[in-house]
């Protein structure tokens, strides 16, 4: 049996109390995770603001940005572990944890790293009316100690893409990994030791939310500012719990994200990314799309086609290079995504393929797995359609016009993403400029480039990450007028 550690002021730590790591792919408890308790996340927070007065406090850009691209040298270096640990995280595919999410945590450091190395800073020359002349120019300073807490979904991708910034910008971080999900952030403080980051800059506390770490963290009195991803509600509660002491927050959150998919679409292309949109790492990806529209002319040759390439998912084992779609990440998550299927049904949904549970006969049958699924003929305001469902899962609508589709996209509380298949650029441009969300990709789904603003509206979050929104958010300005 494994035993996974707390990481606070360089050193991995025990606590009292533990919890059993469960691998979805057959159910069985795979490693024990310390969790940690108030005095421990005290004790992490303390390391943090003190290594903010030691060296770390005096790092210039420079060595901050040595030291980021070697935190990226380390997790390549250990490429293998980091795969083999966000598999036994996830679930996920290994071709997938391959292929994403190991890749991007090591991109994330250096884009970061480049990025803060050459961020100029805003400056003015002012002239007032009465003669007085004075240069004004901003200084970058960290916020502190920021908290970190993320999701079980792509958990070394989130983490890194906070962590990354946040560093870059010369705070000290405590992290809270999902509790489905403690593997990866834990070989990250091995990383970071191997990269030679001073004790104290990144601490790791294993946990839950309320009343658990995750929770300790956001109330505790000496962080600075707290980012968060995950559900919409964690959110809300998470807003409620650091309004007392109005710390900044950046909320990455949920999303019912919708595809339109026009009738004059390169039609394998919008096939294939809508595959991709909806059944990537089990549906589990915040930006998937559980909502598609389709134009009336192609409606039933696109449900046709997208229900082949559901059936010819290979499910299977994660470790199987072959294996396309994993599991759910634990029981409770397959059986909230389980009530979704009974819930279209009762809802009078056409079950174009899947609805289930997929048998195996191997030790597979006892994991967190369901079948890849495809609804049509539901109400616009059925649940199953406004509700973030997070599994393999989607309902294709008919449309008849252009504005009948922005409307339908738009008519959600969310507002993350969206995809937009056509062949017609001009009309890509206008329907992507209407979409009420963060983030719209035309004829691609997930295409990411990392200095771009990345966040949603409404109940999908609050602020921007990505780019120098990230810098901006994980910083301090200092404006320095000077008169002249
Ligand atoms: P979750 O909100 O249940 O948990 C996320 C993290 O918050 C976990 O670490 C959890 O322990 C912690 N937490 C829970 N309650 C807390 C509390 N009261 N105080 C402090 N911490 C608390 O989310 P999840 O189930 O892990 O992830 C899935 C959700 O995340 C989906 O809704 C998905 O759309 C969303 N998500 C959004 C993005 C994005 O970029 N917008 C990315 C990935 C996932
Ligand atoms: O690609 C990213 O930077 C990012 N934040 C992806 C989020 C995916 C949600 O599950």
Request: with cysteine; aromatic share 8%; charged share 20%.
């Amino acid at each position: 049996m494994k035993f996974i550690q707390n990481y606070i002021d360089g050193k991995f730590v025990e606590s009292a109390r533990q919890f059993a790591h469960v691998n979805p792919a057959d159910g069985s408890v795979v490693a024990q995770v310390s969790e940690a308790d108030s005095s421990m996340v005290d004790a992490a927070v303390l390391s943090a603001r003190k290594s903010l007065r030691r060296d770390w406090g005096r790092f210039g850009v420079r060595e901050r940005v040595a030291l980021l691209h070697k935190v990226a040298d380390a997790i390549e270096s250990r490429f293998d572990c980091f795969v083999a640990a966000e598999v036994a995280d996830t679930g996920k595919p290994i071709s997938l944890a391959s292929k994403l999410d190991v890749p991007r945590a090591a991109a994330n450091f250096r884009v970061f790293a480049d990025l803060i190395k050459t961020a100029g800073m805003e400056s003015f020359h002012t002239e007032t009316p009465d003669g007085k002349s004075a240069l004004n120019y901003a200084v970058r300073k960290p916020l502190g100690v920021v908290g970190i807490i993320t999701p079980w979904n792509l958990p070394l991708l989130l983490l890194t893409w906070k962590v990354a910034p946040a560093l870059a910008c010369g705070n000290a971080v405590v992290v809270k990994p999902s509790e489905e999900t403690p593997g990866t952030a834990t070989l990250l403080a091995e990383a970071m030791q191997q990269a030679g980051v001073p004790d104290g800059v990144y601490n790791l506390v294993h946990g839950f939310g309320p009343n658990s770490a995750g929770e300790f963290l956001t109330r505790h009195p000496d962080v600075n500012a707290v980012t968060f991803t995950g559900e919409s509600q964690t959110g809300a509660a998470i807003m409620r719990t650091v309004a007392a002491s109005v710390k900044p927050v950046s909320f990455e959150l949920g999303g019912k994200n919708a595809a339109i998919v026009f009738a004059d679409c390169e039609f394998e292309d919008a096939v294939n990314g809508i595959a991709q949109a909806v059944f990537l790492n089990t549906g589990q990806v915040c930006l998937c799309a559980e909502r598609v529209y389709v134009e009336r002319p192609i409606f039933e040759r696109f449900v046709e086609a997208l229900k082949g390439k559901a059936e010819s998912l290979r499910i299977g084992s994660p470790l199987d290079v072959a294996t396309e779609m994993g599991p759910l990440i634990s029981a409770q998550h397959r059986e909230k995504v389980l009530s979704y299927y009974r819930l279209a049904q009762e809802e009078g949904a056409t079950t174009i393929t899947g609805g289930g549970v997929p048998h195996f006969e191997s030790s597979l049958g006892n994991g967190f797995y369901v079948q890849p699924t495809i609804y049509t003929g539901l109400a616009e305001s059925a649940r199953s359609v406004k509700e973030e469902i997070f599994g393999p899962v989607c309902h294709i609508a008919p449309f008849e016009s252009e504005e009948e589709a922005v409307q339908m996209a738009n008519d959600t509380k969310y507002g993350l993403a969206a995809s937009i298949w056509t062949s017609n650029l001009r009309r890509g441009h206008r329907v992507a400029q209407q979409m009420n969300v963060g983030i719209t990709w035309v004829n691609c789904w997930f295409l990411r480039d990392l200095r771009t603003p990345f966040g949603g509206v409404g109940l999908s979050g609050i602020g921007r990450e990505g780019g120098m929104h990230s810098l901006n958010f994980y910083s301090e300005l200092n404006n320095i007028c000077i008169r002249l």
